[in-house]
């Protein structure tokens, strides 16, 4: 599923509008900053005269005439011509991307997360989310199976923190961390880290807009806009009404991780961090 965003007509007309050299393609990743990068992208483009859309699940083929393509699961298949685009990856450290889900899935309101299975009869969204649409029925029913007939919120609500961490895991963040692992490095892919992003937001703005080749006479007024989700200037009130920001701290995975949840991250993920470039 993919939704388009377009400028209108009388401002697709300015004088200022330009067209990126290369089509650009965003990969995010649920938890992994995907809410962020639209809320930069979407009025950015709606300002210079690009056009914008997201694809939630896995994208099996580019949309025409779009300038900017956002992955918000990160999954392609085998015909997405990803090396058509100028591409930008975020990646964030799997064990916070873990209690991210765990903080967010408890109060969140997104229908997949609060809907109660329908057993095997209806294996659409929202009885599966999206990440797993492309999927077999196996894969599928495996996930039905591990709601057990509860919503994925009530399960999460009605456990203890190391049993909802280890739920989070085997549930929606295995699905986020296989997807970021692989991926593989490319020249046409900028690698940003969402905790950098955190700690020097303004400098690595600047570098994903120059990479995505946004022109010069924009970079300065863009980056003003885009402080507006600079989290380390957000006031308490702010973070608090923002459903998708647990907390100002981006890295907090050591003091949920005892050694029965960081036991189990082990034998499910292993070295994924590293792989990532984690410690």
Known sequence: MWTLRKMGARMRRSIFSTR??????????HKVGSA????????????????????HGIAERAPPN????????????DEFPTREFRAVRFVRDPRDVIVSGFLY????????????????SSMTYPHVPWPLQHLGDVEKREWVDHLEE????????????????????????????????SWED????????????????????IE???????????????????????????????????SHISSPDVTKWRRYFDDEVLQKYNELFGEAHTTLGYE
């Open 150 to 181: 509860r919503s994925y919120q009530q399960n999460l609500l009605e456990m203890s923190q190391n049993e909802g961490l280890i739920f989070e895991m085997k549930g929606y963040a295995k699905i986020t961390i296989e997807s970021m692992c």
């Open 105 to 120: 899935h408890k109060r969140c309101s997104e229908k997949w997360c609060i809907n109660e299975p329908a057993g095997y």
């Open 186 to 205: 490319s020249e046409q892919i900028l690698n940003v880290r969402i905790e950098d992003l955190a700690i020097d937001f303004e400098n690595k703005v």
């Open 20 to 29: 990126p050299e290369e089509k650009i393609l965003l990969i995010n990743h």
């Open 208 to 242: 994903i807009m120059k990479w995505v080749g946004l022109d010069e006479r924009f970079i300065e007024r863009e980056l003003d806009y885009a402080k507006e989700h600079d989290i380390s200037r957000m006031t308490k009130e702010e973070i608090s009404a923002d």
């Open 66 to 77: 779009i300038d900017v393509v956002q992955l918000m699961h990160g999954i392609v298949g």
């Open 36 to 55: 962020l990068i639209w809320k930069i992208f979407e009025p950015m483009c709606l300002r210079i005269g690009w056009t914008i859309g997201n694809i």
